[in-house]
């Protein structure tokens, strides 16, 4: 395969994979980030590696669907709060974040009352005193109070883009006094929701419950900081660990020539990482409910194992349906907001988070371009099969690997682009390969399709080789077939019914050399040529072509009673074989080209084939036949030169296969075998005598007489002193 093409384009896809890592262009840079995204959801969302442990500082007091069938519809009254409170003061919790807002006050049930009966006129003395004295016992927010006064206690406040201030604004945990402390990024509100100061002022701090998703509604990060007036305030969660460690807050910043840069925030002696606005990634540990919940109607039923809340941090939300806490995020399309409060919380205390620092784009730049180079000049030289394979391993690896590393370091790598390029990468080189064996099929089916049975062009597409594209020497075996007397039959039937015989013989012909692994050469007349070991190298390539010139022989005897039918006089077809070094290859002119052998071992074929009529035998083969095969009977027929050739050569009659052999032609081979010997030795009267027992028992087999007529030749004239049993064929062309 020409491996210049995906080359190119794995490099032109490789520069745009680097850009879109780079581009500032805004629809771009959003589409991206969109995908980026989605791949960070699937990879939370698989699960492989999420971040457990055995226990957690943090719980949910859940005020679940399952509390209000019980306690009643939401808003409770402060004193049923105050009173869950209370239980977990007795049940030792270190500290309660409340994940709602109390900006109104709670109204006095019995000071209600005795309004509304005045405005009516229906008070009397009696009647006003007696709702005067228990309105104290009414006062819930008093109890509420009182009761988050003896527990660490975060209240719940929201920020707004609106210039409202709604309740009491807890004083500031840091304010940002330089100028470049100001041009910090921080997300900055203009206005906040608080809580009535009876109850802020009891409470230990207040933290903002604010939830922000990201462009597309999901929800990955949240802020833990927010600027309100110069000026920031905590989240929820950040205040709460803080009362927890009762340790302070303070910014972690690097100054970048006359920029700051926020990197994180300090909480004791854990660094919380976030990104210049002071978000903080959440490091899901799971799917919703992965924390420990707690019914609140059950911790007010007292129904708890005791001792399971002590020392805990106790968020108190809502699972509830219908009241608009059930958030969109990374790992579930449904999750507690109140669990996300709590998942930030055992982050920072856990020492557990998910970061972004800035130079992993450039990190993710060098990667892509490594992998690129790298798999660039890896996939052209893979099969289909190994492409289709890291087809579906690339993403599987890239999460397993991104997962792994997210999960041991909390970095965040984003892989949409340089896995997508490496899929991409992999599909074009899959194309390509399919589209240029097409074209390669083509190709060779157009050069070998006529020569070669289908599942050698098959077996050439998935081998390497130029296939005679250019011409080379091989040791191969050439095969001659010829129907004898072809021209005398030819003489007296019309041309149709000539070529009606010439397709009957050529087409079962064809069949057997492909059957064994032959290769057509050529048809010329009434004559067929093949070749074994090319195109494709065949060692077994002598065994291969006398098996073909056997079963040859075996379907002509089976096609003479059929032509007879046809009246076509009997048919005898003779074949020569030879072994050697040939030249093959597509050669000819650029008018018309040939996939062929020659050479002088090509020749001697040639020549042999005709020697089957003289000696009147089907198959005629070489000395370089004969020694290669024990599998095969042979007779030795002559020492021969032929025209062309000066040296001699040892021919042999190709008889049967070994195990076919019967005995009775056994013991004729080996007696003419002895007849030769004698023969080759110029004992005339001895080898006369053996030669002509085989010709008075086998008086049609030619060759006898042949040898008959030789020794009687020789005792009348003998041959010089240095006769090398030498028979020459002057005439064989």
């Given at each position: 395969m020409n491996k210049r093409i995906p080359f190119i384009l794995g490099l032109i896809l490789l520069v745009t994979a680097i850009w879109l890592q780079v581009t500032s262009i805004k629809p771009i840079e959003h589409i991206i980030d969109r995908l980026e995204n989605l791949v960070y959801d699937m990879q939370l969302r698989t699960d492989l590696f999420v971040y457990k442990k055995i226990d957690t500082p943090a719980v949910i007091i859940d005020i679940d669907d399952k509390s209000l069938k019980k306690e009643g519809r939401w808003p409770w009254s402060r004193a049923k709060l105050a009173t869950l409170i209370g239980y977990l003061q007795k049940e030792g919790v270190a500290v309660v974040a409340l994940d709602i807002i109390f900006p109104e006050k709670e109204t006095n049930i019995a000071t209600t009352v005795l309004q509304q009966l005045s405005k009516e006129k229906l008070t009397n003395t009696t009647t006003e005193f007696a709702l005067k004295k228990i309105a104290p016992y009414f006062e819930n927010d008093k109890k509420f109070a009182n009761s988050i006064a003896y527990i660490d206690t975060v209240l719940g406040m929201s920020f707004l883009p609106q210039t409202i201030i709604h309740g009491t604004l807890v004083p500031a945990t840091l304010e940002l006094t330089s100028a470049k402390e100001k041009q910090l990024?921080?997300?900055?509100?203009?206005?906040?929701?608080?809580?009535?100061?009876?109850?802020?002022?009891?409470?230990?701090?207040?933290?903002?419950?604010?939830?922000?998703?990201?462009?597309?509604?999901?929800?990955?990060?949240?802020?833990?900081?927010?600027?309100?007036?110069?000026?920031?305030?905590?989240?929820?969660?950040?205040?709460?660990?803080?009362?927890?460690?009762?340790?302070?807050?303070?910014?972690?910043?690097?100054?970048?020539?006359?920029?700051?840069?926020?990197?994180?925030?300090?909480?004791?002696?854990?660094?919380?990482?976030?990104?210049?606005?002071?978000?903080?990634?959440?490091?899901?540990?799971?799917?919703?409910?992965?924390?420990?919940?707690?019914?609140?109607?059950?911790?007010?039923?007292?129904?708890?194992?005791?001792?399971?809340?002590?020392?805990?941090?106790?968020?108190?939300?809502?699972s509830a349906t219908g009241f608009g806490e059930l958030k969109p995020t990374a790992v579930e399309n449904v999750f507690p907001g109140v669990e996300i409060q709590a998942t930030i919380a055992d982050s920072i205390l856990a020492n557990h988070f998910y970061y972004r620092p800035a130079w992993t784009l450039g990190a993710e730049i060098v990667a892509t371009f490594l992998l690129g180079i790298t798999f660039i000049f890896v996939f052209p030289y893979l099969g289909p099969r190994a492409l289709a394979f890291f087809i579906i391993l690339i993403p599987i690896l890239f999460i397993f690997a991104n997962n792994w590393l997210r999960e041991k370091t909390g970095l965040i790598i984003y892989i949409f682009i340089p896995m997508t390029f490496m899929i991409v990468l992999a599909i074009i080189n899959l194309i390509y390969g399919h589209l240029f064996e097409v074209r390669k099929r083509q190709q060779l089916k157009e050069m070998f399709g006529q020569y070669v049975p289908e599942k050698h062009i098959d077996t050439m597409l998935t081998s390497k080789g130029n296939y005679g594209l250019y011409g080379e020497d091989r040791e191969m075996t050439v095969l001659f077939a010829d129907i004898r007397n072809f021209t005398t039959l030819a003489e007296y039937l019309p041309a149709a019914q000539v070529k009606e015989l010439l397709s009957d013989f050529f087409t079962p012909m064809t069949e057997i050399i492909f059957k064994h692994r032959g290769t057509i050469d050529k048809y010329v007349g009434d004559m067929v040529m093949a070749f074994w070991g090319a195109p494709l190298i065949d060692n077994q390539h002598t065994q291969h072509a006398i098996s073909a010139a056997l079963d040859m022989q075996n379907k002509v005897e089976k096609l003479k009673p059929i032509f007879a039918k046809k009246g076509w006089t009997d048919m005898k077809v003779g074949i020569g074989l030879n072994s050697g070094i040939m030249s093959v290859g597509d050669m000819g002119s650029k008018f018309r080209r040939s996939y062929t052998v020659i050479g002088d071992a090509v020749n001697l074929a040639s020549r042999v084939e005709n020697l089957t009529k003289y000696y009147n035998v089907n198959i005629v083969a070489t000395h370089s036949i004969e020694a290669q095969q024990k599998m095969f009977v042979f007779r030795k027929l002559d020492r021969v030169t032929v025209k062309g050739k000066k040296t001699g050569t040892e021919i042999y009659e190709v008889v049967c296969k070994t195990e076919e052999l019967a005995p009775e032609k056994r013991d004729e081979i080996a007696l003419h075998h002895s007849a030769l010997e004698l023969y080759f030795n110029q004992e005339w009267e001895k080898s006369q005598a053996v030669f002509t027992e085989l010709h008075q028992a086998h008086p049609h087999v030619k060759l006898y007489s042949l040898y008959l007529h030789r020794i009687a030749d020789f005792l009348q004239t003998p041959p010089s002193s240095n006769w090398d049993g030498i028979y020459v064929h002057a005439y064989v062309s």
């Open positions: 990024g921080f997300i900055n509100a203009s206005g906040v929701i608080g809580n009535i100061a009876l109850l802020q002022s009891a409470a230990k701090g207040a933290g903002f419950i604010n939830i922000f998703p990201d462009e597309d509604g999901v929800i990955r990060r949240v802020p833990i900081l927010i600027r309100y007036q110069d000026q920031l305030y905590p989240s929820l969660a950040l205040e709460a660990v803080r009362l927890y460690l009762l340790s302070n807050i303070s910014l972690v910043t690097e100054e970048y020539g006359d920029q700051m840069r926020l990197e994180g925030v300090k909480l004791a002696d854990r660094f919380i990482p976030t990104d210049e606005k002071g978000r903080m990634i959440i490091p899901f540990r799971g799917k919703s409910f992965t924390f420990p919940y707690y019914s609140a109607t059950d911790i007010l039923n007292k129904k708890i194992p005791p001792g399971v809340l002590t020392g805990k941090i106790a968020f108190i939300g809502t």
